[in-house]
């Protein structure tokens, strides 16, 4: 039976990471909860710990910021939009390259490159793509429409301007939701679907019937964790339509950079993010009741 | 000898987390810690003897007196021992600014070898404004010197971390008073809060009217113009004139170098950063005032803030649409193309079109921007938004030698050659317009025709709203001079809203403390605008 180690040792092997948690995550943590009850900005000349506390008042007041609730509001709209979207396109590439094919792991790899970009460079590909003389208008919708396409401006209005993001993310995402859907379709056993091929099912029957309820577990894991990503979008944003026009495209995500950074409202924003995090929170643990564990 | 192995490893591997464990730790400490406040008590001379330690170079003759001083003042710091050789200081500063400050360094070395300055240099300009409010929180000392826009004058000297330069100017005298001064009012505006200096000027980043002239000078165009408009096509007075104008060269469909279509104007809309910058010169123009001198109450919803919306949405249609969704670059590269007829921008702008690769290079005008007729007379202004400005940090080692080094690289010698060795930094003394010592190095960079326009300009330049929460005031404004342009919001509602959220910011502040500042930043304004502040009530 080999010896365990004495409690001190263990102590001390789990002291840096417990030393590096503390200060890049729990304490700064700790502090942002406290700063949202405060009303402090570092434009106040004062230090933080002076601050007077004011309670609820930047919940209360995030509450009822309209801008605050139409980025919400906006956010969570762009969220579901490109995690369904994406969600779909994912599982249907994923099935198609289910079998095999001539070109098959060249054909993987070029799906999943958009993933290996950082989202930066992305959001400045789609800004000068979507320029009035850009190739969108220039080649894809000249095509259709002929000289009127030239004078298409995508981001001089927020419904265009919104759908510019909408594509740019799918593009880039879906490849993620491609390889969690291949990953779980492969993992299928065989003998099921052969099974069911021999008792005479269809392909759609198969996938239907057998396939989906099998990968169930990971797709509620994929749109979850896509979920939350889409959620905290900001780069496309910001590089694309600089949250116009006015502020018709800024995510939750641009309102509290803005808030924090450029109009240095420090407890408002700490507010904010509280909020934020909590409806994640209570959604995500709704969501995982609901598939996981009702009914147990 | 199992157990005693099992006994060594354990022992070993207890023993190297704990070097580790302790490392880590000392790190974080030493890093978090702030820098130690060195005070001493500093008497100073009424003499200018300058003396010289043995193997210092001494300043050679011929210098400028603020470089001079700033030299001398150097010496005794190292002759009473208040700084070393070796000393460093370091300057927190954007990427493009970064030529312009090497060459001030480079000068710097020639006289000063035994001070080194070292450079930070962050990628983008919110980079630094997030460093430095950053630095006025951990109060680390880490950098001596940090270059910010004037726009953030109020905060960063609200927050703590300017050092109040007051002391400086008067014991060394940087020359902003006689025939080399900066420029007034920017000299004054860009570094004076609540009746103080605390900054050193670097810049000036007054807008000038550009244009196209050979479509302006064009004899057949003005031929057909005053058939049509009943006046002379020229640089527009007013801003009534150049929507005429715009509206004719719009309507011509003409074809620019580039291939691409010309339009008539081309004003900052954006809804990133520049929208304010066209609306607040045709309000300060029209007589309009940000805020009561009584109340501080937001004075935008008024008929100046109406009326500077009736230009820009009279102007919009001859614009191209990327005025209002495009980055502020984007105006450059459309000027530069001979895109557009007119157009307002920052003084690299006119650098821009003077390059050899620019499509305007021989035919782009500089004049005043156009004005508003008030009572019958022709009020004309220019924006000054940005505006490089430096400042010393309060929680620097060497305050004294870090101002000094800014009054060197400012000087009226030192200063032209530091400004002519870039691009984001222009000029501002006096004399570099209209000294002959100085004049040909300047029209050089600029051209002959720029340097008297925008000598002019900044006569009648005014200033970002430079009181604490500056930047955010003027983020608000820009947001819904951009909702109007792209027409989604009605300009009444985009200005009810703005004087709502000006009201927000000033009531965070403290109404007392912010409309002490906005009273001395009103005072600094051009005196054609406060005469019209005073004519409407605005102004005691």
């Known amino acids: ?296 | 000898m199992g157990e005693v192995s099992k006994s060594r490893r354990l022992f070993l591997t207890a023993l190297g987390t704990t070097i580790v464990g302790i490392g880590i730790g000392y790190a974080i400490g030493y890093l978090s810690k702030p820098a130690e406040i060195v005070e001493k008590t500093i008497t100073s001379t009424a003499t200018k003897t300058v003396t010289v330690t043995p193997g210092v170079t001494p300043p050679p003759i011929g210098l400028s007196g603020a470089a001079t001083r700033a030299l001398e003042g150097v010496r005794d710091l190292l002759n009473r021992g208040v700084i070393t050789p070796g000393t460093t200081i370091k300057i927190l500063h954007v990427a493009g600014s970064r030529a312009q400050l090497e060459k001030a360094i480079e000068l710097w070395r020639q006289y000063v070898p035994e001070v080194n300055v070292e450079l930070i240099t962050l990628g983008q300009e919110p980079d630094v404004y997030t460093k430095a409010m950053a630095e006025a929180v951990t109060k680390a000392g880490t950098f001596d010197i940090v270059t910010i826009f004037s726009t953030w004058l109020g905060d960063i000297v609200e927050a703590g971390l300017a050092k109040s330069l007051d002391e400086y100017y008067a014991k060394y005298d940087p020359e902003y008073t006689g025939p080399c001064a900066p420029i007034e009012p920017l000299g004054s505006y860009v570094t004076i809060y609540k009746g103080k200096r605390y900054s050193v000027v670097l810049d000036s980043d007054v807008f000038t009217l550009s244009y196209r002239k050979d479509l302006i000078e064009n004899p057949i165009y003005k031929s057909e113009f005053r058939a049509q408009y009943g006046k002379d096509l020229k640089v527009p007075d007013t801003w009534e004139d150049l929507i005429d104008m715009a509206e004719f060269f719009y309507n011509k469909n003409l074809t620019a170098p580039s291939g691409g279509r010309v339009y008539g104007a081309y004003f900052y809309a954006e809804p990133a950063f520049a929208a304010y910058i066209t609306w607040l010169n045709i309000f300060i123009e029209a007589g309009g005032i940000p805020f009561d001198l009584e109340t501080m109450d937001p004075r935008v919803d008024t008929p100046e803030g109406r009326y500077a919306f009736d230009i820009m949405l009279r102007l919009k249609p001859y614009m191209p649409p990327e005025a209002i969704t495009a980055g502020w670059a984007d105006l450059y590269d459309k000027f530069i193309k001979g895109e557009t007829v007119f157009t307002a921008a920052w003084p690299s702008l006119t650098k821009e079109a003077m390059r050899p690769t620019s499509l305007v290079k021989d035919v782009a005008g500089s004049a005043l921007l156009p004005g508003v007729v008030v009572d019958g007379k022709l009020i004309r202004a220019a924006p000054n938004p940005v505006n490089w400005v430096g400042v010393v940090s309060n929680y620097s080692r060497y305050p004294e030698l870090s101002y000094l080094f800014l009054q060197f690289a400012t000087a009226p010698d030192i200063g032209l050659d530091v400004i002519l060795s870039g691009v984001i930094l222009d000029l501002f003394r006096e004399c570099w317009f209209k000294d002959p010592a100085y004049r040909p190095k300047s029209a050089e960079g600029y051209g002959e025709e720029f340097i008297d326009v925008y000598m002019e300009s900044l006569r009648i330049s005014f200033p970002d709203i430079l009181i604490r929460g500056g930047p955010e005031y003027l983020s608000k404004l820009t947001t819904e001079v951009n909702s109007v342009m792209a027409g989604i919001k009605d300009p009444e509602v985009a200005l009810s809203d703005v004087s709502a959220e000006w009201d927000s910011i000033t009531r965070k502040y403290g109404v007392d403390t912010q409309l002490e500042a906005w009273r001395g930043l009103a005072q600094l304004f051009p005196d054609d605008v406060k005469d019209v502040w005073r004519a409407k009530g605005y102004m005691k």
């Open chain 1, 1 to 296: 039976m080999p010896e365990k180690p004495p409690r001190e040792i263990k102590y001390l092997a789990t002291l840096p990471v417990n030393i590096l948690l503390n200060a890049v995550l729990i304490i700064p943590f700790a502090i942002m909860i406290y700063l949202a009850f405060l009303k402090w900005s570092p434009a106040m000349g004062m230090n933080w710990w002076e601050a007077p506390i004011i309670g609820l008042t930047n919940f209360a007041r995030a509450l009822g910021d309209a801008r605050f609730i139409a980025a919400l509001s906006r956010t969570a709209l762009y969220t579901v939009s490109v995690v369904a979207i994406e969600f779909f396109l994912g599982l249907a590439l994923a099935y198609i390259m289910l079998g095999d094919f001539v070109g098959k792991k060249a054909a993987i790899a070029i799906t999943i490159y958009p993933l290996m970009l950082p989202p930066v460079v992305v959001a400045t590909i789609f800004y000068l793509m979507f320029q009035s003389y850009g190739p969108v208008n220039n080649l894809f919708l000249k095509a259709i429409m002929g000289e009127e396409a030239l004078r298409i401006y995508w981001f001089l209005k927020p419904d265009t301007a919104f759908i510019t993001l909408l594509i740019a993310d799918i593009w880039q995402w879906t490849p993620f939701m491609f390889l969690i859907m291949y990953s779980a379709l492969s993992a299928v056993p065989k003998r099921l679907v052969e099974a069911a091929e021999v008792l005479g099912a269809s392909s759609f029957t198969i996938f239907w019937r057998v396939r989906l309820p099998l990968i169930k577990p990971l797709i509620i894991v994929a749109l979850v964790l896509r979920g939350l990503e889409a959620f905290k979008m900001f780069d496309y944003a910001f590089i694309m339509t600089g949250g116009g026009p006015g502020t018709t495209t800024e995510t939750v995500s641009m309102y509290i950079y803005r808030t924090a950074i450029l109009y240095t409202d420090i407890s408002y924003a700490a507010a904010m993010s509280l909020i934020i995090l909590a409806m994640i929170i209570i959604v995500v643990r709704a969501f995982i009741w609901y598939f996981f564990e009702r009914g147990r």
